[in-house]
């Protein structure tokens, strides 16, 4: 007989498929990933009263600060406006 005339042993037994899942190695978690995702679960505690105080008092002289930035700057544009147009 011939090759041809038998068939062959794949076609008897049929295609076979391999079912297989790929399993992603997992990274440990580190310490700071770890800390994170508790911080999101946990609620903020308000503070003590001295705590709102210190804040507050650091976001007023933050403001204080930028205001009289802004109130050197103005003053210097008019003062230079001012020299030009007086011709000193």
Do not use: N, W
């Amino acid at each position: 007989m011939s090759d041809q005339e038998q068939p062959s042993d794949t076609e008897q037994r049929g295609r076979r498929f391999r079912i297989g899942r790929k399993v992603k190695p997992q990274v440990p978690e580190t310490y700071a990933t770890q800390a994170m995702r508790e911080a999101e679960t946990e609620d903020a505690d308000r503070g003590t009263p001295e705590m709102d105080r210190s804040l507050r008092q650091g976001c007023t002289g933050c403001l204080r600060v930028t205001i009289l930035f802004f109130i050197i700057m103005i003053a210097s544009i008019v003062a230079t406006c001012a020299i030009r147009r007086g011709g000193v």
